[in-house]
C-alpha cells in the first residue's frame, strides 16, 4: 500500500533501521536515531543499486516521488543516476571558485614573488573562500562578488576590499581563459564600492598625544600577540607587512638586530633593523608563546591560524582602542620620521633605518648595512626616550644622540 504523509509522519524509531514503500522502488527509511532518509531501489545493466533522494520531512512525499520519476526516466534512457550525480559532484568540485583560484596561484607561482603569492593566498583564505569558494565558477554571480568586498568595507578596509576584487577577478578571467566561466562579473562592480583615497597614514606627532597611546598600548587587554606587536611596533617603525611576518629565524639576538630578507622587503633588498634593549625584552617575552614555530607573531585564529595574524590586526586593534583618524600600525613611521628630523638626526640615517630607496645612484650601491652603528645608537635613544617619555621622566620632546 503506497505511503501517505500522515503515515511517513508518525513513522517512530525502532531497535534496528527499517523501511516503509511506497511504490515503484521508492521507500522511506527510517533509522533507529529517528531520521528519516528517501531511497529509490532499482536495477541498471543487471545490477541492482540504491539512489538518496533526501531526508524527510525537509523532502515531501510528493516531491520524494517526483525525483523518483525523474530518475527512472534517466533509467529507461540508459542513464545510471548514481553515475552521473557523483560525476556532477566531481565536476563541481572541480569547477568551484576554490579550486579555480587555488589552481591560478599554482600556475602563476613562477611569475611572482614569494610575498605576492602569500599575500594573494592569504586574501583568498581570510576574505574569499569562506564565503564564496564553494560556488560554481559559472555560477558566480556580482551581487555575490559585491557582498564579499562589502564584508571588507565594513571593517574599514577600502584598499583591500578594492585589492580583493581585483585577485577575485584574475582568478575568474583565468577560469574564462580554461573554458570554465563565460565572463568576468566583477567588470560589472565599477563604482560600486567606495573609493580609498590616498591619504598619508594617520599619525600622532605630538609628545603628550604620543605618551597617552603609548600607555593605552601596554594596557591592551586583548590578546597577548597583538599587544606584543603594538608595542614593538614604534620601537622598530616597520611596514606592518613586515611586522606580522617577522620570523624567529630572521633574529639575530647576539647581534641585536633582525634581518629582513629581500624576497620580503618592498624594494627587493634584505634590510637589517637594530634592535634596542626594549625591543629584545620583548621579543624574549613572547619566546615562551610562539618560539615554537615560525613566526614571531602567530595567528591563532580562523584559515590563517598555522600562520601570523593579519597585516591589519595592529590597526584594527588600534581603532578599536579609540585612535581611529588618529593613528594607524603604519603611522608609527610617521611619527618616528618626524620627531627623529625635528631633533637633528642625520636625514640619511633616518631614511636608511626606513629602509626608503636611495634616489643617488651611487649612494645607493653602499652595502644594507650603511650607518649601522649610528643607527643601533639612535634607536637606543629613540626607546629611552620612549620610555622616559611614559614615565613622564622627560621635558617633551627633548631628546638627542650625542654625536
Not at 562579473?185 to 567606495?194: I, N, R
Not at 598600548?217 to 613586515?242: E, Y
Amino acid at each position: 500500500m503506497p505511503l501517505t504523509d500522515v503515515k511517513a509522519r508518525n513513522l517512530k524509531p525502532k531497535d534496528k533501521d527499517y523501511k516503509i514503500s511506497d511504490e515503484k522502488g521508492l521507500f522511506l527509511l527510517v533509522k533507529k536515531n529517528g531520521s528519516k532518509y528517501w531511497r529509490l531501489k532499482y536495477r541498471i545493466n543487471g545490477s541492482e543499486k540504491l539512489l538518496a533522494l533526501g531526508v524527510y520531512p525537509l523532502i515531501r512525499l510528493k516531491q520524494a516521488r517526483e525525483k523518483r520519476d525523474d530518475a527512472r526516466k534517466k533509467i529507461a534512457d540508459g542513464v545510471d543516476p548514481s553515475l552521473t550525480r557523483k560525476l556532477e559532484k566531481a565536476g563541481s568540485g572541480k569547477n568551484t571558485f576554490q579550486a579555480i583560484a587555488e589552481e591560478f596561484l599554482t600556475q602563476n607561482t613562477h611569475k611572482w614573488s614569494p610575498s605576492h603569492k602569500a599575500h594573494l593566498q592569504q586574501c583568498y583564505e581570510r576574505d574569499v573562500f569562506p564565503w564564496i569558494g564553494s560556488r560554481p565558477l559559472k555560477d558566480l554571480t556580482a551581487p555575490e562578488v559585491l557582498s564579499v568586498c562589502r564584508r571588507i568595507v565594513d571593517r574599514g578596509a577600502l584598499e583591500t576590499a578594492a585589492r580583493t576584487k581585483q585577485f577575485i577577478g584574475q582568478a575568474i578571467r583565468y577560469g574564462v581563459a580554461t573554458g570554465r566561466a563565460e565572463r568576468d562579473v566583477t567588470q560589472d562592480l565599477k563604482g560600486a564600492l567606495p573609493s580609498p583615497v590616498k591619504t598619508h597614514y594617520h599619525a600622532i606627532v605630538d609628545a603628550k598625544d604620543l605618551r597617552q597611546l603609548l600607555i593605552d598600548m601596554d594596557n591592551h587587554k586583548g590578546s597577548f600577540v597583538v599587544r606584543t606587536a603594538l608595542q614593538l611596533q614604534p620601537l622598530i617603525f616597520a611596514r606592518p607587512r613586515n611586522l606580522v611576518k617577522m620570523e624567529w629565524s630572521e633574529i639575530d639576538i647576539n647581534n641585536a638586530q633582525w634581518v629582513i630578507p629581500a624576497e620580503k622587503m618592498k624594494k627587493a633588498d634584505r634590510h637589517i633593523v637594530p634592535l634596542c634593549r626594549q625591543a629584545i625584552e620583548l621579543l624574549n617575552d613572547i619566546r615562551p608563546l610562539t618560539g615554537s614555530g615560525q613566526y614571531v607573531f602567530a595567528s591563532d585564529q580562523g584559515v590563517n591560524k598555522s600562520g601570523h595574524i593579519s597585516r591589519e590586526t595592529p590597526s584594527a586593534t588600534l581603532r578599536r582602542m579609540g585612535y581611529k583618524g588618529k593613528q594607524t600600525a603604519h603611522g608609527f613611521r610617521t611619527t618616528a620620521s618626524t620627531l627623529l628630523h625635528k631633533q637633528g638626526f642625520h636625514s640619511d640615517m633616518i631614511e636608511r633605518q626606513f629602509s626608503h630607496a636611495e634616489r643617488n645612484s651611487v649612494k645607493a650601491a653602499y652595502c644594507h648595512a650603511e650607518y649601522l652603528p649610528e643607527r643601533k645608537k639612535m634607536m637606543q635613544v629613540w626607546a629611552d626616550y620612549l620610555d622616559n617619555l611614559k614615565a613622564d621622566n622627560v621635558i617633551v620632546g627633548d631628546f638627542r644622540m650625542t654625536q
